[in-house]
């Protein structure tokens, strides 16, 4: 059984950089799937962002791509992500997940795929 704990949210400004971090504690398997979620005022649950566990890929969704960075440190059992240039529609509950491998690419999309989830840390970005 893993748990997660996030960290490193904040207020900022737009164009402000941010890094949250995502420490596992309790055993974690070597190929889980780590990835980033977001949850913006009224809206559903959004992916952000993934890292496989096996050979480190990476993957991002359209809106942040190419200002968000996801990384991994193994001796830390820590997860990042690296926020850049960030906007006021950044702004959400930035919440990190895991999950063993997935069926498909499409299924690590879905947050009813991820059984385990951290508290998340608020991200607030001001114009």
């Known amino acids: 059984q893993e748990d997660l704990l996030e960290s490193g949210g904040g207020l900022v400004l737009a164009g402000d950089s941010l890094r949250l971090s995502c420490a596992a504690s309790g055993r974690t398997y070597s190929g889980n799937n780590w990835a980033w979620f977001r949850r913006a005022p009224g809206k559903e649950r959004e992916f952000v962002a993934r890292l496989t566990g096996t050979i480190g890929t990476t993957e991002y969704s359209n809106s942040v791509m190419g200002r968000f960075t996801i990384s991994r440190d193994n001796a830390k059992n820590t997860v990042y992500l690296q926020m850049n240039d960030l906007k006021p529609e950044d702004t959400a509950v930035y919440y990190c997940?895991?999950?063993?491998?997935?069926?498909?690419?499409?299924?690590?999309?879905?947050?009813?795929?991820?059984?385990?989830w951290g508290q998340g840390t608020q991200v607030t970005v001001s114009s």
């Open positions: 997940a895991l999950s063993r491998p997935l069926a498909s690419r499409r299924a690590y999309y879905s947050a009813g795929n991820y059984p385990t």
